[in-house]
């Protein structure tokens, strides 16, 4: 499979948001987001950002990050939020439930390198980083090599 990128400016938290509703109104069962990036990089804004555009009634959306795991039951399929800094092993990973997750929910996962072997290759990952010249800014950039996500990163170039 080719590997392709997308880098995007976000030079405010609405943009992150906008970026993240965009790409969530297109997610299935099944779907994968691996959120990188350093603490304070924007991931759990962006999950949650997207989590909350696609909720019929808006609501809190919490992090993850002492629970591990939040799911919604969004119109078009389950989503889990995991977020798995905490985690040491594989072993953890598939007592959460989060391999079957992956294979039957919508999937938003924070701090994914901890997933090691179990990454899905269609996964898209999104790596969000600080832009040294802006004070709120940041760049995303979206790596994939699965050729369903080809379309969708094509329109959002163009937007």
Same mark, same amino acid.
């Given at each position: 499979?080719?590997?392709?990128?997308?880098?995007?400016?976000?030079?405010?938290? !609405?943009? +992150?948001?906008?970026?993240?509703?965009?790409?969530?109104?297109?997610?299935?069962?099944?779907?994968?987001?691996?959120?990188?990036?350093?603490?304070?990089?924007?991931?759990?804004?962006?999950?949650?950002?997207?989590?909350?555009?696609?909720?019929?009634?808006?609501?809190?959306?919490?992090?993850?990050?002492? +629970?591990?795991?939040?799911? /919604? !039951?969004?119109?078009?399929?389950?989503?889990?939020?995991?977020?798995? /800094?905490?985690?040491?092993?594989?072993?953890? #990973?598939?007592?959460?439930?989060?391999?079957?997750?992956?294979?039957?929910?919508?999937?938003? #996962?924070?701090?994914?390198?901890?997933?090691?072997?179990? +990454?899905?290759?269609?996964?898209?990952? #999104?790596?969000?980083?600080?832009?040294? !010249?802006?004070?709120?800014?940041?760049?995303?950039?979206? &790596?994939?090599?699965?050729? &369903?996500?080809?379309?969708?990163?094509?329109?959002?170039?163009?937007?």
């Amino acid at each position: 499979m080719t590997a392709h990128s997308l880098q995007i400016p976000l030079p405010s938290p !609405d943009v +992150t948001a906008a970026l993240a509703a965009e790409i969530g109104q297109h997610l299935t069962a099944g779907d994968c987001l691996l959120l990188e990036g350093a603490i304070g990089a924007g991931k759990t804004h962006f999950a949650r950002s997207l989590i909350q555009s696609q909720m019929p009634v808006p609501e809190d959306v919490p992090s993850p990050t002492f +629970t591990l795991i939040q799911t /919604y !039951d969004l119109p078009q399929a389950e989503l889990w939020h995991a977020d798995l /800094y905490r985690l040491s092993s594989l072993d953890e #990973i598939e007592e959460l439930g989060l391999t079957s997750a992956l294979e039957t929910a919508i999937c938003l #996962i924070e701090w994914p390198d901890k997933l090691a072997e179990l +990454t899905p290759p269609s996964a898209l990952h #999104i790596s969000l980083e600080l832009d040294q !010249d802006a004070l709120e800014g940041r760049f995303a950039t979206l &790596r994939w090599t699965d050729p &369903r996500w080809t379309s969708l990163m094509q329109q959002i170039a163009k937007s």
